[in-house]
C-alpha cells in the first residue's frame, strides 16, 4: 500500500502560481511512477502531468504544456507540481497518483493503483 497526501491547493488570482506536493508513506515511493490528475465540477478526471520514477522523463496535457513542471523528490518521498500562469480553466480538485513503472500508458486514470484525497486549486478571473 501507498497512502498519498496532497497539500499546496487554495485560491490564487488568474497569471498567479501555486505549488502542489504530495508526500507518499508505505511502500517504497521511489518504484513508482507518479501523476498529477484533476476533476472540475461536472466533468471527467483528467490527466494533467507525470514524471518517471528515476525522474528522466516528464509528460503534460496539452492544456498544461509550458505553465506547469512536475518534479519529485524520492528522498523526501515527495512529487510537486509548480502551476504558473493559472486560469480560470485550471480550476479544479487536484489529485496524485502512484502508477507501477511498467504500465506505460500514463495518461489513463486507471493505469494508477495508488491516489490522495485530492485538493482544490480555485482561479479566480
Known amino acids: 500500500q501507498v497512502q498519498l497526501v496532497e497539500s499546496g491547493g487554495g485560491l490564487v488570482q488568474a497569471g498567479g502560481s501555486l505549488r502542489l506536493s504530495c508526500t507518499a508513506s508505505?511502500?517504497?515511493?521511489?518504484?513508482?511512477?507518479m501523476g498529477w490528475f484533476r476533476q472540475a465540477p461536472g466533468k471527467e478526471r483528467e490527466f494533467v502531468a507525470t514524471i518517471t520514477w528515476r525522474a528522466d522523463s516528464t509528460y503534460y496535457a496539452d492544456s498544461v504544456k509550458g505553465r506547469f513542471t512536475v518534479s519529485r523528490d524520492n528522498a523526501k518521498n515527495t512529487v510537486y507540481l509548480q502551476m504558473n500562469s493559472l486560469k480560470p480553466e485550471d480550476t479544479a480538485v487536484y489529485y496524485c497518483?502512484?502508477?507501477?513503472?511498467?504500465?506505460?500508458?500514463?495518461?489513463?486514470?486507471?493505469?494508477?493503483?495508488?491516489w490522495g484525497q485530492g485538493t482544490q486549486v480555485t482561479v479566480s478571473s
Open positions: 508505505g511502500r517504497t515511493f521511489s518504484n513508482y511512477a
Open positions: 497518483a502512484a502508477r507501477p513503472p511498467y504500465r506505460g500508458t500514463y495518461y489513463l486514470a486507471r493505469e494508477y493503483d495508488y
